[in-house]
């Protein structure tokens, strides 16, 4: 495969994000599938086999969002929490990628607090410094999707 097709394989997708589960895990999240084909895919270091399926039907003019507490929206390369708060506790958050490229989220929480020279250090390794909280699969230019998540109290980080 080409640089080319590679490109066009990655940027020409749409990719809808979604949770990821650690082994006896169980996740959620509530996704836009857009009519057409699409591609279910996991685990990234014991792959398995990806799931062919397609969508039917018309996407409605007025989709109800979930109602979500805060919003996450992702640039290229930057985040910020563009409305409402985190909280400790359950809570529905909406993730959004509002940059020109395909982002995604790590999110781990730190039981001491973090400097800028301590995330270089720790984007290395995020799991080896962090309690992993969330990881919030590739989202494409303009998608979003809306997760019900648990946080505990401290400093938390996102990567991309
Ligand atoms: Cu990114």
């Not at 699409?38 to 799931?51: C, D, H, M, S």
């Not at 109602?67 to 910020?80: E, P, Q, V």
């Not at 020279?117 to 995020?126: G, K, R």
Request: net charge negative; charged share 15%; proline share 8%.
């Amino acid at each position: 495969m080409s640089d080319d097709e590679v490109d066009t394989l990655l940027f020409g997708s749409t990719y809808t994000g979604g949770a990821f589960a650690e082994a006896g895990d169980v996740t959620q999240a509530v996704l836009d599938l857009t009519p057409g084909q699409w591609l279910a895919a996991g685990g990234f270091e014991e792959p398995q086999p990806p799931v062919y399926f397609n969508v039917a039907g018309e996407m409605p003019d007025s989709l109800l969002e979930p109602s979500a507490s805060a919003t996450i929206t992702m640039a290229d390369y930057s985040f910020a929490i563009a409305a409402g708060q985190l909280t400790a506790g359950p809570q529905v958050i909406k993730v959004e990628n509002a940059g020109s490229q395909p982002h995604h989220i790590y999110m781990g929480r730190s039981t001491v607090p973090l400097t800028d020279a301590d995330l270089e250090t720790i984007a290395i390794n995020p799991d080896e410094h962090l309690s992993h909280v969330v990881s919030i699969q590739t989202i494409s230019a303009g998608n979003a999707v809306w997760l019900p998540i648990t946080l505990s109290p401290g400093p938390h980080v996102l990567f991309c």
